[in-house]
């Protein structure tokens, strides 16, 4: 599976952006996927994920309520909508899709869980 991210850019604070992540290769419907996210000089951390064939979404708690993740199948992409954006969410984001197979849920939130990986788009938030 191929992921490309687009969609970044800069963004005054509690402005909107959607990123997608398009896929080839691959039915991106047969994996689950999630985002993540680097600002400059910290750890990758866990953004959101979407379970293949579930209703399951999860969110780290810096963006309950803010972002949402959905899929669109038809079009083999995935979204995230981020909105009320903070310059805190200043970060590289990165797109990724499980391998085969249906992980628990605690799994969603672990790099380690994911085979394959977007080449990352910058998001920046300010004024």
């Known amino acids: 599976v191929q992921l490309q991210a687009s969609g970044g850019g800069v963004v005054q604070p509690g402005g909107s952006l959607r990123l997608s992540c398009s896929a080839s290769g691959s039915t991106l419907s047969s994996y689950g996927v999630g985002w993540f996210r680097q600002a400059p000089g910290k750890e990758r951390e866990f953004v959101a994920a979407r379970r293949k064939n579930a209703p399951g979404t999860y969110y780290a708690d810096s963006v309950k309520g803010r972002f949402t993740i959905s899929r669109d199948n038809a079009n083999n992409r995935v979204y995230l909508q981020m909105n009320n954006l903070r310059p805190e969410d200043t970060a590289v984001y990165y797109c990724?899709?499980?391998?085969?197979?249906?992980?628990?849920?605690?799994?969603?939130?672990?790099?380690?869980?994911?085979?394959?990986w977007g080449q990352g788009t910058l998001v920046t938030v300010s004024s």
């Open positions: 990724a899709a499980t391998g085969p197979g249906n992980p628990i849920s605690s799994a969603y939130f672990r790099s380690f869980t994911y085979l394959y």
